[in-house]
């Protein structure tokens, strides 16, 4: 599985920004699409997931009520939309995929097996 991140750039602080990943490759055994940041010298952090069921969206906690998640897994696209951009939400992000995704997995980095190149979102003060 292949993943391509796109929409990252650099805008000041109180934008919105849209970022999109697109899957190719073996893509039918993906159960769920997600997003990851990581800061400069800072640990790669949870976004936001996407179960293939589309039934329930996962958000980290500081992410809640200002990015959503939304997109198809089984049509292999996903997007993140980002309000209210801070400083703060500098970071590269990334798309991951997964085959063997459930319940607090979606949450774990190392339940997804495939990862994008990441895009670079910076905001400005």
């Known amino acids: 599985v292949q993943l391509q991140a796109s929409g990252g750039g650099l805008v000041q602080a109180g934008d919105s920004l849209r970022l999109s990943c697109v899957a190719s490759?073996?893509?039918?055994?993906?159960?769920?699409m997600a997003w990851f940041r990581q800061a400069p010298g800072a640990e790669r952090e949870f976004v936001a997931a996407?179960?293939?069921?589309?039934?329930?969206?996962y958000y980290g906690d500081s992410m809640k009520g200002r990015f959503t998640i939304s997109g198809d897994v089984a049509e292999n696209t996903v997007s993140l939309q980002m309000n209210s951009l801070k400083p703060d939400d500098t970071a590269v992000y990334y798309c991951?995929?997964?085959?063997?995704?459930?319940?607090?997995?979606?949450?774990?980095?190392?339940?997804?097996?495939?990862w994008g190149q990441g895009t670079q979102v910076t905001v400005s003060s």
């Open positions: 991951a995929a997964g085959t063997t995704l459930s319940g607090n997995g979606y949450y774990w980095q190392r339940a997804y097996e495939y």
């Open positions: 490759g073996r893509t039918f055994g993906v159960l769920g």
């Open positions: 996407l179960p293939r069921s589309g039934r329930q969206k």
